[in-house]
């Protein structure tokens, strides 16, 4: 062990000990807010900030949807393994209050969109809608689903969904490239804190560099 470190046994500290462990050194972190639709055509949203890219062809991403308290499925995963589909979309600075407030356990067919005040957009390849406040959108299909522990509290289900189209705004789009000052990105770190980018710096990749003998 390092001198002045303190080592955790996840078996012995427990799940709740560990999610702060976890969402405390996992920062920041991406917020992506996931609509989805039920079965009977009720829009659902909420955020979700284990969240990532993880490949581009076919672009690829991952929300990790963690049970609730009492081990049921939150309504994303119900929705998500009913019909496959998903969107996820960009949080700017000017929604987050409305995104935490979709974190609220709202009954199950409750669309925390109108609830909490954001507008819906048509989507063109899946059924749940976009966030018209959001300057991206992914259109997403599930690709595969990995349960993480034995489904009581703390397990999740991680989906990996492909993107099957691309939505971003012309403000934030640029040869292709997205802009970031325009997107006023939010992440989350730990508890109720967030974070804005404040401070961005540029390093050049290394060049393919021969070991010295
Ligand atoms: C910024 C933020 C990030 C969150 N990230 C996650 C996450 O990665 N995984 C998760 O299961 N819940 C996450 N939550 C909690 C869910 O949003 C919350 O449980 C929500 O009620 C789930 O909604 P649903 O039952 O409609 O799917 C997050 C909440 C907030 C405010």
Not at 62 to 84: P, W
Not at 119 to 125: G, K
Request: glycine share 8%; charged share 20%.
């Amino acid at each position: 062990m390092k001198p002045n470190s303190i080592s955790l046994d996840p078996r012995v500290i427990g799940g709740k000990a560990s999610y702060q462990i976890l969402i405390g050194s996992i920062v920041p972190r991406p917020i992506a807010l996931v609509s989805t639709q039920s079965p009977e055509g009720l829009g659902n949203l909420a955020p979700f900030s284990f969240f990532n890219g993880v490949a581009s062809n076919p672009p690829a991403v991952m929300i990790s949807v963690a049970r609730n308290s009492d081990g049921s499925k939150k309504d994303t995963l119900k929705n998500i393994e009913s019909n496959g589909e998903f969107v996820v979309n960009s949080v700017g600075e000017w929604m987050i209050e409305a995104v935490n407030q979709c974190s609220a356990q709202y009954p199950y067919g409750i669309d925390e969109l109108s609830q909490v005040g954001l507008t819906a957009l048509s989507s063109e390849r899946i059924k749940p809608v976009r966030v018209a406040e959001s300057l991206i959108h992914f259109e997403c299909r599930a690709l595969h689903h990995y349960e993480v522990g034995d489904g009581s509290e703390g397990s999740a289900t991680i989906v990996i969904g492909e993107v099957l189209l691309f939505h971003v705004s012309s403000s934030v789009y640029r040869e292709g490239k997205i802009l970031l000052e325009p997107l006023h990105a939010i992440s989350r770190l730990a508890g109720k804190s967030y974070g804005k980018i404040s401070e961005v710096f540029d390093l050049p990749r290394p060049k393919l560099i021969k070991p010295s003998p």
